[in-house]
């Protein structure tokens, strides 16, 4: 649930999930898949309904972030496709390897190279005028540095803090602690930001997120305010690999300042308020 009448012009700092949220994470990895299903049988499962190996696929990469934090992003994402071509060839009796070992290694490099939404580089760019703009990502330090100077070239991230850089994996309530950390020390940003009497918190963080279970949950049960970037997300066929929303939002594990479709109508939202805010100076 969201607030009827949020102000967002009384933060300072926005921290984004980065895949998912600023770049098209699932047609990357959708993208990369294809090699496994260009071995498959027509009939198989996957050729009907592509979705189903993306959300495999991500279930596998969730199990070793959890069974190995310390697994780089890159390596994490090869070991998945490499246990998801093995699962299927088990499944459908096929002998032999289904994907080349460059197919594997090239998907580990995929998060520097998957391309960002088409509104993502100029709502940064609007947003990055009024706040300071942090990432806080499960990819490694390689990938996220060519995502920022490829895909996201052209916007301003004032810091950017990596699972690998971390030691764990969100929904680890230890990568958003990290974030707190790191704000305050590179920013002065309190969290949560100190009250400021009838004009409310000021000068806080606010999250802005894509994926329910990963950021939007943890986030929420540590106090820390969010922006839910659905895409598309806040219907059963949306869902892809960012969670339940109608089950979450039924346990009362998600709690929103906003929902918007894309990024970019976030950011118009944020202009209209600032604008009426000068207006009124």
């Known amino acids: 649930m969201a607030p009827t009448n949020p102000d967002f012009t009384t933060y300072t700092t926005l921290s984004f999930d980065c895949y998912g949220t600023l770049i098209d994470w699932e047609r990357g990895i959708t993208a990369d898949l294809a090699p496994l299903l260009t071995h498959l049988p027509p009939t198989h499962p996957f050729h ?89 990502s499960n990819v490694n330090e390689a990938n996220i540095a060519r995502a920022v100077a490829g895909p996201l070239a052209g916007a301003r991230f004032d810091a950017v803090y990596t699972a690998e850089a971390i030691g764990s994996y969100k929904p680890a309530k230890a990568n958003f602690e990290y974030l707190f950390a790191g704000v305050k020390k590179e920013f002065g940003v309190e969290q949560p930001a100190a009250d400021d009497g009838e004009k409310g918190t000021k000068g806080g963080l606010l999250h802005v997120a894509r994926s329910l279970t990963a950021d939007v949950v943890p986030a929420t049960e540590l106090g820390l305010k969010t922006v839910w970037i659905a895409r598309g997300g806040d219907t059963p066929e949306g869902y892809g690999t960012g969670g339940d929303y109608l089950k979450l939002k039924g346990e009362g594990k998600v709690v929103f300042e906003g929902v918007f479709q894309t990024l970019g109508e976030f950011a118009d939202e944020v202009e209209r308020q600032f604008g009426e805010k000068e207006k009124k100076e």
């Open 48 to 136: 009907a309904t592509p979705k189903l190996a993306l959300l495999r696929f991500n279930a596998l990469s969730e199990h070793l972030w959890a069974t190995q934090p310390k697994l780089a992003y890159d390596a994490n994402l090869t070991e998945a496709f490499r246990l998801l071509a093995q699962e299927v060839a088990q499944e459908s009796g096929i002998k032999g390897p289904l994907v080349s070992e460059e197919d594997l290694q090239k998907i580990g490099t995929g998060p520097g190279r998957w391309p960002a939404f088409t509104d993502t580089v100029d709502a940064l760019k609007r947003l990055g005028s009024r706040y300071k703009l942090v990432i806080l």
